[in-house]
């Protein structure tokens, strides 16, 4: 789990700079976006990140199963959040909501422009023609009900990482006594500063800051 973790983490950052091209120009956008969609080492690379995503929400659902499993008796009295944070108990129903949320994310965008080729929007990038995600996303987040779900989708990423990447990091044996709270802390910063980035994008495009 902590290495996985670790793993779809680098991700958020690959994607939250790439996604961010948006508010540097459609241009831009599109340009990034390209060069994920056809460079072959990004093409392999996808592989191993769908990979880790599945693998990730295996070892969740079984961890969680396994933890549910090793009780078979409830506390009398709830200790709530004397004893650990509620986002840390639920990462199994934040997971999914996650999950949810990342099929329709590929619904919108990743299905049509790498697997259908639906997609009707073409610009002319780098001498070729290609499919134009800058405006794809701003048709899809015209709609105030996928906003509210993509909104939905990164507060559940938000908490899911709050404990996700101190955990990883106590996992793999690194969170020492020395190193502890300032790991907690860039966990904290890091889950703020990614998960507000994605969410300033569906309400620009939604608002029309950068359309």
């Known amino acids: 789990m902590g290495f996985t973790g670790l793993f779809l983490i680098s991700f958020l950052i690959v994607h939250a700079y790439v996604n961010s091209m948006i508010f540097v120009g459609e241009d831009a956008f599109n340009s990034a976006a390209d060069f994920m969609g056809t460079t072959i080492a990004i093409r392999i690379m996808e592989i191993g990140l769908f990979a880790g995503i599945i693998l990730h929400i295996v070892q969740g659902y079984a961890l969680t199963k396994r933890n549910m499993s090793t009780r078979t008796e409830r506390y009398a009295v709830k200790p709530g959040n ?5 986002y840390s108990r639920s990462m199994g129903l934040l997971g999914t909501l996650i999950l949810l949320f990342l ?4 619904a919108h965008f990743w299905v049509p422009s790498r697997v259908t080729g639906g997609m009707e ?4 990038v780098n001498g070729r023609t290609t499919h134009n995600l800058y405006q794809r996303m701003v048709e899809v987040f015209q709609s105030p009900v996928v906003v509210v779900i993509y909104l939905l989708g990164v ?9 996700g990447f101190y955990s990883a990091f106590q996992t793999m044996g690194l969170t020492t006594h020395k190193y502890k709270k300032m790991i907690r802390n860039l966990g904290i910063w890091f889950s703020i500063i990614i998960c507000l980035l994605f969410a300033a994008m569906p309400i620009s495009m939604f608002m029309g800051w950068v359309a």
């Open 82 to 86: 004397k004893t650990s944070a509620w």
């Open 155 to 163: 507060f559940s990423l938000a908490w899911h990482l709050i404990h």
């Open 121 to 124: 929007e073409t610009q002319l």
């Open 103 to 106: 099929i329709i994310h590929i």
